[in-house]
């Protein structure tokens, strides 16, 4: 492990002096200088973060986006909590989701039908493309 260079005197020679804060301390062996430094933890690219937030206003389910995109549910509500994300008020329609590469992609707008009954939004998802669709619950 490298020792982080000392904020006051730019040192690298410094030992560890306990932990304050969940964060270990260091003292600078040539100034004497006590310090910190931040915490380093895994960081979510931000692709993910707002990908996760335009699922959830789609009407997708914490769950369901952490199915697709491969991140916590618990992380996807923390999100929407932090960034103020209203949740979609229900309707009588409820969306639906497919994942396509390009060439089906392009296959399923050649489909007339595809394109009536429902309200639709295409968003990219790595290399491949998720088509969501709106359709009215069926009274049973």
Known sequence: MTTPACPKCESTDATKSGVVNNRQRFKCKKCGYHYTVAKVGREVDSYYVIKALQLYIEGVS???????????????????????????????????????????LAAFFQVPGNLKGAGM????????????RWERFRAS
Do not use: C
């Open 121 to 132: 939004v295409v968003t990219e998802l790595g290399d491949k493309f998720m088509v969501i």
């Open 62 to 104: 914490y769950r369901e986006i952490e199915r697709l995109l491969g991140v916590s549910h618990v992380s996807v509500m923390n999100w929407v909590k932090k960034y103020g994300v209203r949740a979609p008020r229900q309707t009588d329609y409820h969306p639906t989701y497919k994942i396509f590469n390009q060439s089906e």
